[in-house]
Structure formats: C-alpha cells, structure tokens
C-alpha cells in the first residue's frame, strides 16, 4: 500500500472498530467505501476481512456473557444459504444495486423508529421466522458480494428489544461467523495472497484503538441513548449504501 492507502485504510479501520465494538455497526459500512477510494472495490473488501474478524474476535470476548445463543441459531441457516448463493454471484449480480435494495430497508427500519407515536403504544410484533430466514439470507449474501450485511441484520436485531450489551454482543457473534464463512469462501476463490494479509496485519493497532474507544462509548451511554444512536447509525449507513449504489451507475 502507498502510504495515502495507509492512512485512509487506517480511518477506515477506527471507525468501523468503534462502531462494531460499541453499536453493532452502521459507521462500519463505510470502509470498504474509504479504502476503495485508493484501491479496487474487490481488493478493499479482501483487506478489510481479517480486520473485521480481528475486531469481532474482541467484541465477541468482550460480551461473551451477554450475546443471545438463541437469536444466532435462528439467523444462521439463512446466512449459510446467503452466503453459498454469494460465492455463486460474486461476479454476476451487480452489487451497486444491492447496496441500494439494503439501503432503502436500513432507511426504512430507522423511519419506523423515530416516526411519531402515541404516548402508549403497543409492542413491535416479533418477525415471522420466515421474515428473519430471509432477512438473514440477504445478509449473508449482501455481506460476501458487497459487505453490505450489517444494516438487515442489525434492523431486526434492534425490533427485538435486546438491551444494549445483548445486541451488540448477539451482533458480534453472528458476524464472526459470517466472516469466517466468508473467509473460506474467499480463499475457495483465490482472493487472498501473502502481501494483502500482512498489509492487513499492519492495520492491527488501528483496530485496538477503534475497539478501545468503542468499548468505552458503549459503556457510557444508557440504553435510551445508546438506541437512538444505534438508529441513527442505521440511517446513515442506509443512506450511504444508497448514495454509493446510485453514484456507481
């Protein structure tokens, strides 16, 4: 990497550690965006792999007494047959459209929160399994084509009523399975060499201050906060897959 590829992948790697470490995503969706600012769409996202796997590693450490086993084996076999249906696209579907499909339900399930309510409401109705079989399925698969499979999965994860250590811990578990998933699936094509997983490991340090900061937002914040922030975040990372998936045509 040159040194301007350095410094902007190190961005990159903050930012998605604070936001996977201390809100489950939404910060994290623009850094394969960033890096590929100064480099291929395809190699930033082979990059950025080990660093997501290395920042799920701590996150799952971190709250391993709090992530909802339950919820992680009704998503998995969904994402198992998104992520098998990616390996078959990966060079077919356009992922610009994808970005665009995921950004719209990320606005959506953001829209239905902060929309107004009545002072006494009743709660949201649980998805359907068959709702969160496709829902997770569309991760799977929007997370190895494009990196794209946090907003799904962290909209439904939040209609759930999780506290806030539950969520992203139940979060950090299923996509460090993913990404290990994906990991398999990249090396079965032939993305990974020497050079990029040593430029990986360069980045380490970036990752520790990101999780680090993180860890201590999340700690911090209440639970009423740490929901509106959480929803925010779902937003822009909706509209940002939006705007990239619409610029790209």
């Known amino acids: 990497m040159t040194l301007d590829s350095y410094l902007v992948a190190a961005i990159a790697v903050v930012l998605t550690g ?16 960033l890096v590929a600012l100064t ?9 950025l792999l ?10 799952v450490w971190r709250y391993r007494t709090a992530w909802q086993a339950r919820v992680i084996l009704t998503l998995l076999p969904g994402a198992a047959l998104g992520i098998a249906i990616g ?19 990320a606005l959506w399930f953001a829209a239905r929160f902060f929309r107004p309510r009545r002072k006494t409401v009743a709660p949201a109705p649980k998805a359907n399994q068959s709702v969160i079989f496709l829902v997770s399925a569309l991760s799977g ?36 399975t993913l990404n290990l998933a ?33 860890f201590a937002l999340h700690k911090r914040l209440s639970q009423a ?5 959480a929803y925010v975040l779902l937003a822009v990372a909706g509209l940002n897959l939006i705007v990239i998936g619409a610029t790209a045509f």
């Open 18 to 33: 604070i936001s996977k470490s201390g809100f489950a995503g939404g910060l994290g969706v623009l850094g394969v965006p």
């Open 50 to 59: 080990p660093i997501l796997i290395g920042i799920d590693i701590l996150s």
């Open 141 to 176: 698969f929007a997370g190895f084509v494009a990196h794209a499979g946090g907003p799904p999965i962290k909209g439904t994860l939040l209609r759930m009523g999780l506290d806030k250590s539950a969520f992203v811990g139940t979060n950090a578990v299923f996509f460090f």
């Open 225 to 229: 906060a740490f929901l509106r922030i």
């Open 182 to 214: 994906k990991g398999v699936g990249y090396a079965a094509l032939g993305l990974f060499s020497v050079d990029g997983l040593l430029a990986s490991a360069t980045l380490a340090p970036f990752v520790l201050i990101g999780v680090a900061i993180g």
């Open 87 to 105: 390996m078959i696209g990966f060079s077919r579907i356009d992922p610009n459209l994808l970005r665009i499909a995921i950004g719209v339900m």
């Open 39 to 47: 480099m291929s769409p395809q190699a930033a996202a082979v990059l």
